[in-house]
């Protein structure tokens, strides 16, 4: 039988990736100045929330300077602070902040993970990489066992549904990537598509506040 301590002990003790064990080491070690009394994680990072979840949201990776400093997904970075925002304001989280592991943050109903879980050089993970990473990635859905699913960004949204059968025992059809989707097909669970709450998406008028914002407002919907 898995169970979480064995998964999350092996994610965090994980090298198959020499590049990026490499990476982030190196960024754990010279450090971001405004970080510099910090003491870097700098280690593969585990899922965070409730282990009980109906709500499973997937993202691409922990951030060089954010989850890879921190220890903990979305937390120390924009993206971080975005999904953590709405998450409070839609009942998932018991404060509307992620800034560090000792911070008091609790997650309600909602799990938090990510395709790869160490930070890849300019958030760009090899193909490999992300193949490496997908049996943490099975085994938590398996775990788990979400009912609806928000996956952030197109990584994040290709990653799923190429383990999708693994999980799940049988196939789906990929639906066109699109924001604000919401998909089911037969005994699948609800899967929501959204662009990422990357601060380049949000720069650059890709994704605004308010859309992000929506897209758990239709989760909300859905739960009841």
Known sequence: MDSWDKL??????????????????????KKKKAFSKWEYWGKPVPGFGDRKA?????????????????GRMFTGD???????KVLHKYGF????VSVSKDDGLMLKNCYLSASIRCAPPNNRPLASEIRNCSEYLIRELKLIRPKYIVLLGRIAYDTFFKIFESVYGFGIKKPKFEHGLIYKSNNSPYIILTYHPSQRNRRTGRLREEDFEDV????????G
């Open 54 to 70: 109906e709500l499973f949201i997937l993202g691409l990776a922990p951030a060089a300077h954010g989850a890879n400093r921190t």
């Open 93 to 96: 989280a018991n404060k509307p």
């Open 8 to 29: 999350n002990s092996e994610i965090i003790n994980c090298t198959r990736c020499p590049r990026l064990v490499s990476y982030i080491k190196e960024v754990a070690r």
């Open 78 to 84: 924009a993206s971080g602070d975005l999904l953590v």
């Open 216 to 223: 758990f407002k239709k989760v909300k919907e859905l739960m």
